[in-house]
Every structure is written in C-alpha cells, then in structure tokens.
C-alpha cells in the first residue's frame, strides 16, 4: 500500500513563475492536508481539502495560493508568481476520516522542497 | 507569543541515555497532544498520540500530558542512534488534522 506520494521532491522556480505541488493520497484516504515547513520553523497548517471541496483555508496566504483535490487525480497546491519567501518544504498529509485518532492519524508525504531564485 | 513552543536545541545524548523532550502552550483549548518524528528529508510521522491529561507509554516512549500547566513531555528510554531525528509535539482542539506544530527538537544520540 503505497503512502501519500508527493512531486515533484525537489521544485526551483525563479521569481514571478508558477510553482505547481502535486499529492496523491494514500489510497482510501480522501481527506488532504497542506502544510509548510519554513526554515529553522514547524510546519504550519495551510488548507484542508475533501474530494471537490476546501473545507478550511484559514492557514492559506489570500493572494497567489490556491489548492484543489478534484474528483479525479491528485490534490494541487498552486503558486503563482513565486517569490523569494515562499522557498520552503511544503508537505502534504492524508486521512480516512474527518476526526484523527491514535488509530487513523495523519499520514504524510517526503514533501515538495521549493526554491525560488 | 506562539501557541505552541518548543526548544529547537540541537540536544546531544550518548547512546544508551533518557531523553527527554517538551513543549509548552498556551490555548487551553487544546485537546489532543502529538509527538511526531521527522527524519532528514523525510515526512513526519506519528510517535505517539494521547487525548487531554495523562501518561501513555509505547515501547521506550512515554508521552505526558499536564493541561494544568500547559506543558507535554516525550521521554526516550535506552536511546539509539537510529532515533536521531527532529521530534516535533503537536497539538489540535477538535480532533481534526488541523495541528498546531511546535518548531521542533533536533536529537543526536552518539553511539
């Protein structure tokens, strides 16, 4: 059973590009998590998406991100006109359920490493 | 103020040794206590989970959790070089994926 499959791992935009995150959950999973990790910091909730849906995007900068899980195909986290402060590891984590417990928790990628230059 | 700290070190222990990690909070809403285990270039992944006040032990873990005074712990016992890492807590209200990190621990046990 393969885990929350991340691409590309490693993404180096220069600035004013698009950066396109690709997640694919576990497989059953269709509850989508995105986070960022920035240097020498935790990571940091940006959105939670089910199938076709943003159910909470409290975490997400209001300009340039946006995140979509469609019906079919991976979820994507899209930056556009990237900037230096958005180099970071952005992670994605997926569940069966809307509630996490010690027996169904959050599962997570190997990350996205962005680069902007 | 952050909601959620935690003491990035980077802490040093022989091997062999009891390890012992923290954070503290300040939302006494929060409910559900995590500690994650994030290995270089890698995703985290979950250690040990425990819902509101108490001990949970798993294995040469132990988690606490003091709501009282706002403050969780992470004990390693006979630790190994293979559990160097960086140990991040988290934490949620509601039960949900939305977690609040701490910036996490990095551990380096020497064999």
């Known amino acids: 059973n393969a885990g929350v499959m991340q691409n590309p791992r490693h993404l180096v935009r220069r600035r004013g590009q698009e950066a396109r995150l690709r997640c694919s959950p576990m497989k059953g999973h269709s509850h989508v998590y995105w986070y960022r990790q920035l240097p020498e910091e935790g990571l940091k909730f940006m959105v939670y998406?089910?199938?076709?849906?943003?159910?909470?995007e409290s975490g997400m900068p209001k300009e340039r991100f946006s995140a979509e899980f469609p019906k079919e195909g991976p979820s994507i986290l899209r930056i556009q006109q990237v900037v230096r402060g958005d180099s970071a590891a952005y992670f994605c984590?997926?569940?069966?359920?809307?509630?996490?417990?010690?027996?169904?928790?959050?599962?997570f990628g190997n990350g996205t490493r962005l680069t902007v230059t | 103020q952050k909601e959620v700290e935690q003491d990035p070190g980077p802490l040093s222990v022989p091997e062999g040794a009891i390890v012992s990690l923290n954070c503290t909070y300040s939302?006494?809403?929060?409910?559900?206590f995590m500690w994650y285990r994030q290995y270089s270039r890698k995703g985290p992944e979950l250690l040990m989970y425990t819902y509101s006040s108490g001990n949970k032990e798993d294995g040469r873990f132990t988690a606490q959790v003091d709501k009282s005074s706002k403050y969780i712990s992470l004990f390693i016992r006979d630790s190994q070089p293979s559990d160097s890492a960086t140990y991040l807590c988290a934490m949620t209200t509601g039960n949900t994926g939305k977690l609040i990190f701490g910036q996490g621990t990095t551990l380096q046990v020497k064999p």
């Open positions: 939302n006494s809403a929060f409910q559900y």
């Open positions: 998406l089910q199938k076709e849906n943003i159910i909470d």
């Open positions: 984590a997926s569940s069966p359920l809307e509630k996490q417990g010690a027996n169904s928790p959050l599962h």
